[in-house]
């Protein structure tokens, strides 16, 4: 197989997804200090529905050229390779072109749908980048199912580089036409970074071009529409029903909250807190989890390739433990240190309210992208559109009800409940497609009692300092994070050997 190993691949695209959400987490601070959290709630409000049009613009097939590209290339079928390939981009280019003539003549209906007419800018900019973004995902899939984690990671983090830069400078220099216009200036941002990616992309595909045009040409039969859409199909709904989800909640967050009592701009303003800095603090462990899932479907669409069950199991249970071990300590960040950090890093501490509720479900959130990945690869995409139709119902049914009765804090409760319902199924299903089996203690009981450990370490810590600040908070990070370290060690839930590989990877 081509490219890096499995936990190779996923510790480069770990450090790139590192580097890029420490570059979002900077970029969000500035953009809340300088520019304000009403100009980030309107881009957030938009954001899921572009999010949306590109999940059902890209119809799935990156993922499903992924996996395929990873079967074929364990049994080197070359042309068949570059089949899949060509049918991927065409559909692609063309779908993006298509969508953003609809979304172009639809703009002044679509815009109604929003709590805030003062989107519609923003709405306007965001669309350009789908055309980019729908083609630079063909290369992407190709990459990945290739393991040139390497090249994609590149080509990720410079397109941040882009995205950040563009996107603050131009915000300061239109916001004085007001907060609307700050808010299309992030999107122009984003618009740039993208054209900056596709074409590293293409720059990336030449040099990946001896692997592309390996084996003989073969011709484009029906055989290869069907197995792209048997696994496109279901892996787009999946993807639009969580885009629908989003899109719905950044609808209805700021209505139900209006009933709670808040007025439109302070509305607003607690979902730019709740969306863009809770969860923003809340998803910054999936550049672990991330990595991961995408590592998982070409190194599980591999293993079943071939055939190798122990293999598939193996990667299975690895995957679960990194993403427990490496989860645990964050949730307990967020669950005692939710104000200090909200406070000291973007000066609002009123976002520790939501974020300490969310931090009882975090552990799940990340799972769930741990699992989908593993579903993807093993070609379970009609599993993970049920389990992610599962997660939405009870977002949006909680978010419906709690709301107007404890504000923001009931959009968060809604975010947990479906990410335990869901990674719960996905697990379920894991456990009968490859015979899974794992000590549930050695899995969960012994990570979570060395998480204990170190919350009481942070009570501790938090009573002996008279004040928190930048300093006192990073020590006190520090200091958890290795009483935690030697609380895995104590109860055995990892070794020294097991050290010495993440070391050595």
């Not at 199909?233 to 969580?242: G, M, S, Y």
């Not at 419906?400 to 379920?428: D, E, Q, R, V």
């Not at 009570?459 to 002996?464: G, W």
Request: glycine content about 8%.
């Amino acid at each position: 197989m081509l490219g890096t190993g499995l936990w190779q691949g996923a510790a480069i695209l770990t450090l790139a997804n590192f580097l890029n959400k420490v570059l979002s987490f900077v970029y969000r601070i500035l953009v809340i200090r300088l520019i304000g959290p009403e100009s980030m709630g309107l881009y957030e409000m938009v954001f899921p529905f572009y999010t949306f049009v590109l999940v059902v613009a890209t119809a799935g097939l990156p993922l499903a050229l992924a996996k395929i590209v990873a079967e074929r290339a364990a049994r080197g079928e070359w042309g068949l390779v570059r089949n899949v390939f060509h049918l991927s981009l065409f559909f692609l280019v063309f779908s993006g072109l298509v969508f953003t003539a609809i979304l172009y003549f639809g703009a002044p209906l679509l815009g109604r749908l929003f709590a805030d007419e003062r989107v519609y800018p923003v709405f306007m900019v965001m669309m350009l980048a789908l055309p980019l973004v729908c083609t630079c995902s063909a290369f992407r899939g190709y990459f990945q199912g290739l393991k040139l984690m390497g090249p994609l990671a590149l080509a990720q983090v410079i397109e941040q580089v882009t995205r950040v830069s563009s996107g603050l400078g131009l915000a300061l220099h239109l916001l004085p036409r007001g907060i609307e216009w700050g808010a299309a200036g992030l999107a122009w941002g984003m618009v740039l970074g993208e054209a900056v990616g596709l074409i590293i992309s293409l720059l990336i595909f030449r040099q990946a071009s001896p692997y592309y045009l390996a084996g003989e040409g073969q011709p484009i039969v029906l055989k290869d529409f069907l197995t792209l859409a048997r696994l496109a199909v279901p892996a787009t709904l999946a993807r639009a029903a969580t885009g629908l989800t989003l899109t719905l909640e950044a609808i209805l967050i700021p209505h139900r909250l209006q009933l709670w009592g808040a007025s439109l701009r302070e509305a607003t303003a607690l979902y730019g807190q709740y969306s863009g800095i809770a969860l923003t603090l809340v998803y910054l462990p999936m550049t672990i989890t991330v990595a991961i899932a995408m590592a998982m479907v070409p190194g599980m669409a591999e293993a079943q390739a071939l055939e190798n069950y122990s293999l598939l199991q193996r990667r299975s249970f690895q995957a679960l433990k990194v993403t427990v071990l490496s989860g645990l300590p964050f949730a307990m960040f967020f669950l005692f240190l939710a104000t200090e950090i909200s406070d000291i890093i973007f000066k609002a501490p009123e976002a520790g309210a939501p974020l300490k509720i969310l931090a009882w479900g975090c552990l799940f959130l990340y799972l769930q992208q741990t699992t989908s990945g593993i579903l993807q690869g093993l070609g379970a995409m009609k599993i993970n559109l049920y389990t992610t139709l599962v997660d939405g119902a009870a977002d949006l049914v909680v978010i419906y009800f709690l709301t107007p009765l404890w504000g923001i804090k009931g959009a968060a409760w809604g975010i947990n409940l479906g990410a335990f319902l869901s990674t719960s199924l996905n697990l379920l299903a894991i456990c009968r497609l490859i015979h899974l089996r794992f000590n549930f203690l050695d899995l969960f009981g012994r990570p979570c009692l060395a998480a204990l450990v170190m919350g009481v370490s942070i009570k501790l810590l938090q009573r002996s300092a008279w004040s928190i600040g930048w300093r006192e908070l990073v020590g006190l990070l520090l200091i958890a994070s290795i009483t935690y370290i030697v609380a895995l060690l104590l109860t055995r839930t990892i070794s020294l050997r097991s050290l010495a590989l993440w070391k050595r990877i």
